[in-house]
């Protein structure tokens, strides 16, 4: 089992940054990909940012590679998501995940979520 644990949403107004951690623990993690996903009100769950635990490969949703950067801290077992120049329509609960790939039927295991609020 891995436990995944976000923190970090909040608030914020549009063009603002903010920087979403997940908290992993349980079982090695060494051959996961984490992944962030958002789910907005009314629209499915859908595919933000990743990494790799082992070789830090990244990857990100078009709509948000030049605005969102993945990152881990392998000794404090985190994962981090910084959002730069929020818009309005990044709003959403935002999920850390842990699997194979960057699809959503891939996760193996899911955090419970955050919301994140953007304010026009």
């Known amino acids: 089992q891995v436990q995944l644990v976000e923190s970090g949403g909040g608030l914020v107004q549009a063009g603002d940054s903010l920087i979403l951690s997940c908290r992993l623990s349980?079982?090695?993690?060494?051959?996961?990909?984490i992944n962030w996903f958002c789910q907005a009100p009314g629209k499915e769950r859908e595919f933000v940012a990743g990494?790799?635990?082992?070789?830090?490969?990244?990857y990100y949703a078009d709509s948000v590679k030049d605005r969102f950067t993945v990152s881990k801290d392998r000794a404090g077992n985190m994962v981090y998501l910084r959002m730069n120049r929020l818009k309005p329509d990044d709003a959403a609960v935002y999920y850390c995940?842990?699997?194979?790939?960057?699809?959503?039927?891939?996760?193996?295991?899911w955090g419970k979520g955050i919301l994140v609020t953007v304010s026009p």
């Open positions: 995940a842990a699997g194979a790939g960057v699809s959503r039927s891939g996760m193996k295991y």
């Open positions: 349980g079982r090695t993690f060494e051959t996961y990909d």
């Open positions: 990494i790799n635990w082992t070789y830090n490969s990244t």
